[in-house]
């Protein structure tokens, strides 16, 4: 069964500062990847997905995310965070169309200092 | 604009009592589904609906029911409530399987006494 792991449980920053929050798959074949963020006591909301094509995928607020089918993982990166970032970042992978799960890691919390 | 609404962003309930978690989304989306948060656990799914009055099982479905009568609105029913049931529960609409965006709710956050 598919598993997702998020080694970090909190990431500590300063703003300005580079961050990458880790997160690696179980399995390689075809899944779809997606980061969701959570911001204190909302919902989660979609930040950015991985479903074909370039690997390399972006946000609108600055965020990207590298699809590594031969590592199995889907790193998040930004180069430079505002205290607004402060938020729990959930990694998720869907088995391919067919599927209707979404597998979620159990998430890391980023916080950024001033 | 999306949206998904919980009835209740706060509850706190008696051990052994039946309780009711409502959802309801707006965007005619055919999937719904109720999770659970916990802290270094994420999100487990409890249960799924992919078409009115249809539902399928999670992960973690034991000491829950769910109803779904019409297309919009998707029910969590513990029906006896356990301290260990003491959570946020997360709903979500999706238009469908696994490519498509999951639209989460603002969460229900349990307290069972």
């Known amino acids: 069964a598919q598993s997702v792991t998020q080694l970090d449980s909190q990431v500590p920053v300063f703003e300005e500062a580079p961050v990458e929050l880790r997160c690696n798959y179980s399995?390689?074949?075809?899944?779809?990847l997606f980061w969701y963020v959570q911001y204190p006591n909302q919902g989660l909301q979609l930040l950015l997905k991985y479903l074909s094509g370039s690997t390399l995928v972006e946000s609108i607020n600055g965020f990207e995310a590298e699809f590594n089918k031969s590592q199995t993982s889907f790193h998040l990166r930004k180069p430079s965070v505002h205290i607004s970032d402060t938020a729990e970042y959930f990694c998720?992978?869907?088995?391919?169309?067919?599927?209707?799960?979404?597998?979620f890691g159990s998430g890391t919390r980023l916080l950024v200092r001033p | 604009d999306v949206k998904v609404t919980q009835s209740s962003r706060y509850l706190v309930k008696r051990t052994g009592e039946k309780v009711f978690l409502e959802c309801v989304q707006d965007m005619d989306h055919e999937n719904m589904f109720w999770y659970r948060q916990d802290p270094g656990l994420g999100l487990r799914l409890i249960y799924f609906?992919?078409?009115?009055?249809?539902?399928e099982k999670g992960d973690i479905p034991e000491g829950y029911s769910v109803s779904r009568e019409k297309k919009e609105r998707f029910s969590l029913i513990l029906e006896s409530a356990s301290t260990n049931q003491t959570s946020m529960y997360l709903c979500a609409s999706s238009l469908g399987g696994g490519r498509y965006e999951q639209y989460f709710g603002p969460g229900t956050r349990l307290t069972v006494t």
């Open positions: 609906s992919y078409d009115v009055k249809m539902k």
């Open positions: 399995s390689s074949v075809s899944v779809y």
């Open positions: 998720a992978v869907s088995d391919g169309a067919s599927s209707y799960k979404l597998i």
